[in-house]
């Protein structure tokens, strides 16, 4: 059962971990007096060549170049999209064929006269807009996420952080409060905790009622107070809330710990990015004349005005 002032007792508080993983790579070998002596020393590897230079033509599509820098600009916007199996020489291969064939079906486009079509132009103008959003947004993300930006916003989120106490804690959560009272008694006889929740507890959503390190305003009221008064290794009488009937221990107790910087980097750089590009929006709108005909949707999908057929004033 998830733990939430949403859900039954709040989101249980699950501290993040990473688990580094070390691969080791045993070789052994038996040699015997028949194996003939191995070279004195291997040949060098190869150095892979450097990439061509910008300007470097990679192939001509009926006269027209495709250089290094296209397939460049290229693989920046698809190459997210490209399998992963594909690396080095075999990515710029495809990356390469990719052009080719776009060059191909754009030339014809360019002989069927499709760029004098009555939308095009328009799809033009949109596309060269969104480009150029893309670019300045693009321009504030990276300006947003340099290390020195990053740390500033998790110093003063620690600094902020206000001292507060988390436990540890267990509970079985069951229907009645006589089966609270005969968890009561089996635990006082000595029976394993983790057992005895494994076999009767309702809330399936703790490891053998395991509820991890939590603070107070992570749990229901009821729960919380009296978890919070229990001594390290006490056990609660019976604890009624709105999900049932709890039997409470407490496992251990300390003061909540800001996480280290690696460990939230990801979201930091999340929210400077979003907080970045949302701030020069509004400064731009703030300063901009911005004026909605009657044609326009409101926020609920519903038209501003019932007018007639007429288009909207400008664009």
Same mark, same amino acid.
Request: net charge neutral.
């Given at each position: 059962?998830?733990?939430?002032?949403?859900?039954?007792?709040?989101?249980?508080?699950?501290?993040?971990?990473?688990?580094?993983?070390?691969?080791?790579?045993g070789l052994s070998?038996?040699?015997?007096?028949?194996?003939?002596?191995?070279?004195?020393?291997?040949?060098?590897?190869?150095?892979?060549?450097?990439?061509?230079?910008?300007?470097?033509?990679?192939?001509?599509?009926?006269?027209?170049?495709?250089?290094?820098?296209?397939? +460049?600009?290229?693989?920046? +916007?698809?190459?997210?999209?490209?399998?992963?199996?594909?690396?080095?020489?075999?990515?710029?291969?495809?990356?390469?064929?990719?052009?080719?064939?776009?060059?191909?079906?754009?030339?014809?486009?360019?002989?069927?006269?499709?760029?004098?079509?009555?939308?095009?132009?328009?799809?033009?103008a949109y596309a060269?807009?969104?480009?150029?959003?893309?670019?300045?947004?693009?321009?504030?993300?990276?300006?947003?996420?340099?290390?020195?930006?990053?740390?500033?916003?998790?110093?003063?989120?620690?600094?902020?952080?206000?001292?507060?106490?988390?436990?540890?804690?267990?509970?079985?959560?069951?229907?009645?409060?006589?089966?609270?009272?005969?968890?009561?008694?089996?635990?006082?006889?000595?029976?394993?905790?983790?057992?005895?929740?494994?076999?009767?507890?309702?809330?399936?959503?703790?490891?053998?009622g395991d509820l991890?390190?939590?603070?107070?305003?992570?749990?229901?009221?009821?729960?919380?107070?009296?978890?919070?008064?229990?001594?390290?290794?006490?056990?609660?009488?019976?604890?009624?809330?709105?999900?049932?009937?709890?039997?409470?221990?407490?496992?251990?107790?300390?003061?909540?710990?800001?996480?280290?910087?690696?460990?939230?980097?990801?979201?930091?750089?999340?929210?400077?990015?979003?907080?970045?590009?949302?701030?020069?929006?509004?400064?731009?709108?703030? +300063?901009?004349?911005?004026?909605?005909?009657?044609?326009?949707?409101?926020?609920?999908?519903?038209?501003?005005?019932?007018?007639?057929?007429?288009?909207?004033?400008?664009?």
């Amino acid at each position: 059962m998830p733990f939430s002032t949403k859900s039954p007792l709040g989101t249980r508080h699950l501290a993040a971990s990473v688990a580094a993983l070390t691969l080791v790579l045993g070789l052994s070998a038996a040699v015997n007096a028949q194996t003939p002596p191995a070279p004195a020393a291997a040949p060098a590897a190869a150095t892979e060549a450097p990439p061509p230079a910008p300007g470097t033509v990679l192939a001509t599509v009926n006269g027209k170049p495709i250089t290094q820098a296209d397939l +460049d600009m290229a693989a920046e +916007d698809i190459g997210p999209g490209i399998s992963q199996q594909l690396k080095g020489k075999a990515k710029d291969a495809y990356i390469l064929d990719y052009l080719i064939d776009g060059n191909l079906v754009a030339q014809k486009a360019a002989a069927d006269k499709t760029a004098e079509g009555p939308d095009f132009a328009k799809k033009l103008a949109y596309a060269k807009d969104k480009l150029l959003m893309e670019s300045v947004l693009t321009k504030i993300a990276k300006s947003a996420t340099s290390d020195e930006a990053l740390h500033k916003i998790y110093d003063d989120a620690a600094k902020g952080q206000k001292a507060e106490e988390e436990i540890h804690a267990r509970h079985i959560l069951v229907a009645t409060e006589g089966d609270a009272e005969a968890v009561v008694k089996r635990l006082k006889a000595g029976e394993d905790f983790a057992k005895v929740a494994k076999e009767v507890s309702k809330d399936p959503g703790s490891e053998g009622g395991d509820l991890g390190w939590f603070t107070k305003d992570r749990m229901v009221p009821a729960f919380a107070d009296a978890a919070f008064k229990l001594k390290d290794g006490e056990l609660s009488v019976p604890v009624k809330s709105q999900f049932g009937w709890h039997v409470i221990q407490v496992e251990g107790r300390r003061q909540k710990t800001f996480p280290p910087f690696d460990q939230v980097k990801d979201q930091i750089a999340r929210y400077a990015v979003q907080k970045a590009q949302s701030e020069l929006i509004a400064s731009l709108r703030k +300063d901009a004349k911005i004026e909605r005909t009657s044609a326009a949707p409101s926020a609920d999908g519903a038209v501003l005005t019932s007018g007639g057929n007429e288009p909207p004033a400008g664009k």
